[in-house]
C-alpha cells in the first residue's frame, strides 16, 4: 500500500526542524554576550519599523520589523548558550 503523501511530508519537517536546530545550535553568534545578540536584533527590528533610524534613505518596511520580533522567539533555546557578561554600557554590548 503507498505511504501517506501527509506522513511522509511530516517525516520530512521533522527530519529538516532537526537538522535546523543543530545547525542554528552551532553558529558563533552563541559565543557572544546574551546582551550583544539581543540588543542588535531589537536595533534591526527598529530600523526596519523606522526605515532606519541612522539611514533616512531606506523605506519601513513593518512586515521585515515584526518577522524578527517574531523570530526571537524562536531563539529562545540558544539563548542560554550565550554569554551572561553585560559588558560596560549601551555601545560595548552593540559593539560586539
Excluded: C
Excluded at 70 to 81: K, M
Amino acid at each position: 500500500m503507498p505511504e501517506n503523501p501527509h506522513n511522509a511530508a511530516h517525516r520530512a519537517l521533522v527530519a529538516f526542524e532537526a537538522e535546523a536546530d543543530k545547525a542554528m545550535a552551532g553558529l558563533s553568534i552563541w559565543g557572544l554576550p546574551f546582551r550583544s545578540i539581543y540588543s542588535n536584533m531589537h536595533l534591526i527590528a527598529d530600523s526596519a519599523f523606522s526605515g532606519g533610524r541612522f539611514n533616512a534613505d531606506r523605506r519601513p518596511d513593518v512586515e521585515k520589523g515584526a518577522t524578527t520580533l517574531a523570530r526571537l522567539s524562536q531563539w529562545r533555546p540558544y539563548f542560554s548558550l550565550a554569554g551572561a557578561e553585560i559588558g560596560r554600557d549601551l555601545e560595548d554590548a552593540l559593539g560586539a
